[in-house]
């Protein structure tokens, strides 16, 4: 079979987001989920990863905050329920902070389990976020 350059072009490759739905019995509705692209996910990577400097070497280094990172990949996949909504902010007591809004409603198993569920729709392994940490630092 020959491979056409056509097969690869935009206009020629499904780009929507890819979505699910999880349930957590505690919940009326589910939540739904989106997968996140290699672009936002560099961008999430970047924005959590700060400069260090040795005191006593003088280096710099790079530091990824891995809690910082998770915050922003599952706020950034999680579509319904609108964690900006200030109806469900102000009901969880978390205005402006769409990451706090969904650590204050979910049990952090819960919390672990919806993690792992937009890694497995966005392609990563298990293994992939923690890699992540160590790929930074080097």
Known sequence: MA???NDF??????SKP?????KFPRFKSPFVIQSVTAEQ???????AT???RDKLTRQITTELDQNKYVDMLVTASVITPDLNNEQLQKSW??????A????KMLRAGEYGDLTNEIQDLSGFDAEDVN???????N
């Open 93 to 98: 007591n978390s205005l402006a902070d769409p």
């Open 50 to 52: 700060r400069k260090v």
């Open 3 to 5: 491979i056409s350059i």
């Open 41 to 47: 996910n560099e961008t999430f990577q970047r924005n």
């Open 100 to 103: 706090g809004v969904l650590k």
């Open 131 to 137: 890699q992540l940490s160590d790929e930074v630092k």
């Open 9 to 14: 072009l935009a206009e020629n490759v499904d």
């Open 18 to 22: 890819e979505t699910r739905e999880v």
